[in-house]
C-alpha cells in the first residue's frame, strides 16, 4: 500500500533554514507528481510546491517562491522541500502528498517558526 | 488565484440526517482538455485530510456510498446522504485546473 513518511520538521528561528523529507513507499515513484502541502494551526489547506515525476517541472505558490526548493530523488523514492529565510508565517504542518490529484497524504510534519 | 468559496463554514447536523456542502469556483474549473478537476476532501479531528471524490462525483475507493458529489463549471456540491458520527470532521473542495491549486476554507461538520 501507498506510504509516505515526512520527516526533519522542528522549531527553528526566523531567517534559518529546514530542509523536509518525505520517503514513499508502495507505488512507482517516477510516475507520479508530488506535492507540498501545509496546513498552519487551526487553518486550512494550502498547495505550496509540486514537481513532476521527471524534475522537469516545478511550480511554487507566491507566498513560498524564492525561498523554497522542491526537489526529489527518484533512485531514494524521496521527495525534498529546501526552505530558506523561514518566517513566523511558515509555521504549519506540511504535509507530502501524492499525485496531481491527490490520492494520498503523509502524516504530516510540524514546522515552527519562532525566535 | 481561484477562489474557492464553501458554504456553509459550519454545519451541525443529526445524525442520520442528510447535509449537503457547497463549493464554488472565481473561475470555470473546465480544464481544456474537457475534464473538471474539482475534488473533495475529509480532515478528521488530528488526521491528515483524506480524498473522498475525485474529479467533480468519483468515489475514491472505501468511501462510503453515502458521500456523493456533484456540479459543473464554477457551481459544486458535496452531499452526505445519512450523517454518522464517523464523519464529523472538515471538508474541504479543491481545484487543480488551474495553478496554484487551491483549497476552499473548510466546512466543519459536527453533530448536533
Known amino acids: 500500500q501507498v506510504q509516505l513518511v515526512e520527516s526533519g520538521g522542528g522549531l527553528v528561528k526566523p531567517g534559518e533554514s529546514l530542509r523536509l523529507s518525505c520517503a514513499a513507499s508502495g507505488f512507482t515513484f517516477t510516475d507520479f507528481y508530488m506535492n507540498w502541502i501545509r496546513q498552519a494551526p487551526g487553518k486550512g489547506l494550502e498547495v505550496i510546491s509540486s514537481i513532476s515525476g521527471s524534475s522537469g517541472s516545478t511550480k511554487y505558490a507566491d507566498s513560498v517562491k524564492g525561498r523554497f526548493t522542491i526537489s526529489r530523488d527518484n533512485g531514494k523514492n524521496t521527495l525534498y522541500l529546501q526552505m530558506n529565510s523561514l518566517r513566523p508565517e511558515d509555521t504549519a504542518v506540511y504535509y507530502c502528498?501524492?499525485?496531481?490529484?491527490?490520492?494520498?497524504w503523509g502524516q504530516g510534519t510540524l514546522v515552527t517558526v519562532s525566535s | 488565484d481561484v477562489v474557492m468559496t464553501q458554504s456553509p463554514l459550519s454545519l451541525p447536523v443529526t445524525l442520520g440526517q442528510p447535509a449537503s456542502i457547497s463549493c464554488r469556483s472565481s473561475?470555470?474549473?473546465?480544464?481544456?482538455?474537457?475534464?473538471?478537476?474539482l475534488h473533495w476532501f475529509q480532515q478528521r479531528p488530528g488526521q491528515s485530510p483524506r480524498r473522498l471524490i475525485y474529479k467533480v462525483s468519483n468515489r475514491d475507493s472505501g468511501v462510503p456510498d453515502r458521500f456523493s458529489g456533484s456540479g459543473s463549471g464554477t457551481d459544486f456540491t458535496l452531499k452526505i446522504s445519512r450523517v454518522e458520527a464517523e464523519d464529523v470532521g472538515v471538508y474541504y473542495c479543491?481545484?487543480?485546473?488551474?495553478?496554484?491549486?487551491?483549497f476552499g476554507q473548510g466546512t466543519k461538520v459536527e453533530i448536533k
Open positions: 473561475q470555470s474549473l473546465v480544464y481544456s482538455d474537457g475534464n473538471t478537476y
Open positions: 502528498a501524492r499525485g496531481e490529484w491527490l490520492p494520498n
Open positions: 479543491m481545484q487543480n485546473t488551474h495553478w496554484p491549486w487551491t
